[in-house]
């Protein structure tokens, strides 16, 4: 049977079983597989923020944050490998800055395992600290999205200063490739891409459980109206703070499969104009939906490197103006316009279909030829 549900289901298979056979529709090119595996690892943070924003209506101006986080989380660990040569295993960039031997904290990241336990746990127990202090406050609105967009520059501002440590505005570059044990994945191959659609996937599933369970049916109504929630005996506080803490997780992913994809982490993974991006990325596709969001990521940088190569002046102008229409005529963005044809469709559907007559009705014409239906007895 056609309905609302029964569609998204299906939004969420095509969209899987389409991201699965790019490496076919391009024919196993390796920049162009590197380049949709950037464009999925982009796709997860934006996810991470559909779950925030679109779902809980708590605004982050400072995704990038988490992501960032994450990214140099895997680029340590990357590093440590491609070092292995050098006297004492040193990175390169601690050399050039009098760093005699490989910090304490560094350490740790000698191990794959802590190192993504590091990526997805570190940005959650930032956001869940900072975000104890925000919802127990009851702040919310523009001043959430002023208060995690200033965290994001401090954070910003702090990998850059510690150069002997992060490589300061360089970043860490010159990575490994990531391997697991005797296995190593090229950047540039089939394997990785899968690796990174997978990841993909899987965070779809795991935030359409959280989305469709009694927890997101709460967030949304909180997303509605938190005071009559918390009417009602919720811990609007709580489920916010989840949320938060689920959606930075969600972007360390991303930031260390973003690193992978690159080969190098910088501070610009941390910048505004990339945090801001993302909002961009979750509003033309549909904050509301995390396929829609995930979709608009792909779409947009796709579009992006599109008219970048096609318009290298005026390439920019041009992405800025179909935001601009976007905004004015599709507020709610890509999927939302989906969302009203399918809601017309199934309307349509359901009007067109007969009406059976009631169980011991019967059918009899009156005196004047019209007909009318009677109760048998």
């Known amino acids: 049977m056609l309905s609302k549900s029964n569609l998204s289901l299906f939004a969420y298979v095509a969209f899987a079983v389409a991201i699965l056979l790019v490496p076919v529709m391009v024919g196993g090119d390796a920049f162009l597989l590197n380049k949709f595996s950037r464009y999925i690892a ?20 400072g995704q990038g944050a988490g ?12 590093k440590l490998l491609a070092s292995v040569s050098n006297p004492g295993g040193l990175p390169d960039f601690m050399r050039w800055n009098n760093v005699d031997s490989v910090p304490l904290f560094w350490q740790p990241f000698h191990s794959l395992g802590i190192s993504i336990l590091v990526g997805i746990g570190l940005p959650a127990l930032v956001a869940a600290i900072v975000g104890l202090f925000i919802f127990r406050a009851r702040i919310a609105g523009v001043f959430v999205a002023i208060i995690t967009l200033a965290l994001l520059v401090v954070i910003n501002l702090l990998f850059i200063d510690q150069q002997r440590y992060t490589g300061g505005f360089n970043g860490i570059t010159d ?3 990531f391997s697991v044990g005797s296995f190593t994945v090229d950047p540039y191959s089939t394997d990785f891409y899968y690796m990174t659609a997978g990841c993909l996937i899987a965070v779809l599933l795991f935030g359409l459980y959280v ?13 509605g109206d938190a005071e009559r929630v918390r009417y009602f005996g919720y811990d609007v506080a709580a489920y916010q703070t989840i949320a938060f803490t689920l959606s930075a997780a969600i972007a360390g992913i991303a930031g ?31 904050r509301q939906s995390l396929v829609a969001a995930a979709a608009g990521a792909i779409l947009v940088n796709a579009m992006q490197g599109t008219l970048s190569e096609q318009f290298l002046d005026t390439a920019q102008l041009l992405l800025g103006g179909i935001f601009v229409l976007v905004v004015l005529f599709m507020p709610r963005g890509i999927g939302g316009v989906v969302e009203d044809v399918v ?24 005196a004047d030829g019209g007909e009318h239906r009677e109760a048998r007895t």
């Open 175 to 177: 990575l490994a490739m």
């Open 42 to 61: 982009l796709g997860i943070v934006a996810v991470a923020l559909s779950l925030s924003w679109g779902y809980g209506g708590i605004l982050n101006l």
């Open 211 to 223: 989305v469709r369970s009694k927890f997101g049916l709460v967030l949304q109504a909180i997303r």
């Open 256 to 286: 260390m499969l973003y690193a992978m994809v690159l080969e190098f982490a910088s501070p610009t993974f941390m910048s505004v104009s990339l945090s801001l991006s993302i909002v961009i990325w979750c509003a033309v596709g549909g």
């Open 343 to 366: 809601d017309r469709l199934v309307g349509a559907r359901r009007a067109v279909q007969p009406v059976e007559p009631a169980e011991g009705a019967e059918e009899t014409r009156s």
């Open 67 to 78: 992501f960032g986080l994450g990214a140099y989380a895997m680029a340590m660990h990357l």
